[in-house]
């Protein structure tokens, strides 16, 4: 993080809606502000491959996501692929079949995603003298910071399939002394919304209707992490996937 960043703003699940994550990216200005996605940009909406190559090309941060994570896993066993593949792999290779005009370079490119995958970091924290923001896919769940007496560190070793890890969970969130948790994973309709003192910005973009099926993004003061975050929306501009 530069010397000049003033801002951190932390953009929810865009899961290939490519369109739509550039129309929100354009709402955001760039000058001293540190923009982190936070997983989740392949998989359900239809051009996985234009957001994997913007975010190969660009300053944009990412942090690892469960759907990267299947990805990565798929050639592991033939569970793991089907997992994948339910739960929108399929699209994500239809994307690359599209950009792409020979197996070759299909293969290619997935191979360079499976190297980029690799050197995403689990979480972020960003902190001041009062608070610490921290931001990961799914979040430390209460139930894993209880069994780890609060120890961060001990957290984020969870194995990364564990139902309760920061890839996984769906479960209610630890509420950290001086920390504000910052999470995607679960969709929330008509966010973001802060639960205690923990931000979900997952809002379903390539979802459906009825407070799903839009992009957000929450930008937060380095210096005082206290003061209420702005928010940003952007409604969905690709066509409804599932």
């Excluded at 290939?16 to 989740?40: M, P, S, W, Y």
């Excluded at 896993?73 to 593949?85: A, M, P």
């Excluded at 139902?163 to 209610?172: A, D, F, N, Q, Y």
Aim: hydrophobic residues 35%; aromatic residues 10%.
């Amino acid at each position: 993080m530069g010397a000049n960043t003033k801002k951190i703003t932390i953009i929810g699940d865009p899961h290939g809606c490519f369109d739509t994550f550039q129309a929100l990216l354009d709402q955001i200005e760039k000058k001293h502000n540190r923009i982190v996605v936070i997983g989740d940009i392949v998989d359900r909406g239809p051009d996985s491959y234009s957001l994997f190559e913007f975010m190969e090309n660009s300053d944009t941060e990412m942090i690892l996501g469960n759907h990267e994570f299947m990805f990565l896993n798929r050639n592991e066993n033939e569970r793991f692929n089907d997992l994948w593949i339910k739960n929108g792999g399929e699209i994500t290779l239809d994307s690359f079949e599209n950009h792409l005009d020979s197996k070759s370079l299909i293969r290619k490119r997935l191979a360079d995603m499976e190297e980029w995958v690799q050197k995403l970091p689990l979480f972020i924290e960003v902190s001041n003298e009062e608070q610490r923001l921290l931001i990961s896919h799914a979040g430390i769940s209460k139930m894993n910071y209880d069994l780890h007496a609060g120890d961060l560190s001990m957290c984020f070793q969870l194995p990364y399939w564990h139902e309760e890890s920061c890839l996984w969970t769906r479960k209610e969130l630890a509420e950290i002394s001086d920390v504000t948790q910052v999470v995607g994973h679960t969709p929330i309709e008509d966010g973001p919304v802060k639960k205690g003192s923990n931000w979900y910005i997952d809002t379903g973009c390539a979802k459906g209707p009825k407070g799903l099926a839009y992009m957000s993004a929450i930008q937060f003061e380095i210096n005082d992490l206290k003061k209420e975050p702005r928010i940003f929306r952007q409604k969905k501009l690709e066509q409804l996937m599932n």
